[in-house]
């Protein structure tokens, strides 16, 4: 099983471009989710889903957009990147029933904004 | 406001010694899950172990256990054994019942020394 996968694995964007992470799961998870990653602040949440057709706000959601039409995908846009911007980003999946069940990582992308 | 905490933002331990590393978390929820993730220099998440609040035993995994003080709100890691493959980040996490999301602490570096 691919488990979840995440697109592209390194960017480098100028300021005021706009891109796609991409991310995928094969594992049928109801729940996914956007992190980002910085030094000496653990994991954020940008945006999450608890399946196809709804998705949530997280911790730190603006300059993020996010969609989830199938139960696979779940895709996040950024709209106009900031510097601030530049991170890395892991997509995250779990099971949606009980509070037992691991989130499941992807590879992690690694933005940066100039 | 910051539920999880993980006071040592770097350790260093012996190879082939034993090792804590400490979380502390605040919730009003009853029913919550905790987990630990390791993170090595490749960026990857990987799961190590998980305790439930309502487990009346503390969790292991192979040379993971999961020192659990419920009253005081703790769940610390140690590692037996260390080996140094065990040097990477280590980040504590919290699922609620009442919530769909985990939040993660800052996480503590460890490096075991040859």
């Known amino acids: 099983n691919a488990g979840v996968t995440q697109t592209p694995k390194f960017q480098v964007l100028k300021t005021g471009q706009s891109m796609t992470l991409q991310c995928a799961q094969d594992?049928?998870?109801?729940?996914m989710s956007w992190y980002r990653q910085d030094p000496g602040m653990g994991l954020r949440l940008i945006h999450y889903?608890?399946?196809?057709?709804?998705?949530d706000q997280g911790e730190v959601p603006n300059g993020y957009n996010v969609s989830r039409s199938t139960t696979e995908d779940f895709p996040l846009r950024l709209l106009s990147a900031a510097p601030s911007q530049t991170s890395v980003y892991f997509c995250?999946?779990?099971?949606?029933?009980?509070?037992?069940?691991?989130?499941?990582f992807g590879e992690g992308s690694r933005l940066t904004v100039l | 406001a910051q539920k999880i905490t993980q006071t040592q933002p770097g350790m260093f331990v012996q190879e082939k010694e034993a090792v804590t590393l400490d979380c502390t978390y605040d919730?009003?929820?009853?029913?919550?899950?905790l987990f630990w993730y390791k993170q090595p220099s490749s960026g990857e998440m990987i799961f190590l172990i998980y305790?439930?609040?309502?487990?009346?035993q503390n969790a292991t995994e192979g040379r993971y256990s999961l020192n659990f003080q419920k009253a005081r709100k703790s769940a610390n890691l140690v590692i037996s054994a260390s080996q140094l493959g065990d040097s990477a980040m280590y980040f504590c996490?919290?699922?609620?019942?009442?919530?769909?999301?985990?939040?993660f602490g800052p996480g503590t570096r460890l490096s075991v020394l040859p």
């Open positions: 995250a999946s779990r099971m949606g029933q009980g509070f037992t069940g691991e989130l499941f």
């Open positions: 594992m049928n998870h109801e729940y």
């Open positions: 889903s608890v399946g196809a057709g709804i998705t």
């Open positions: 919730t009003s929820d009853q029913s919550y899950g």
């Open positions: 305790q439930g609040s309502y487990d009346e």
């Open positions: 996490a919290m699922r609620e019942r009442g919530g769909q999301n985990f939040v």
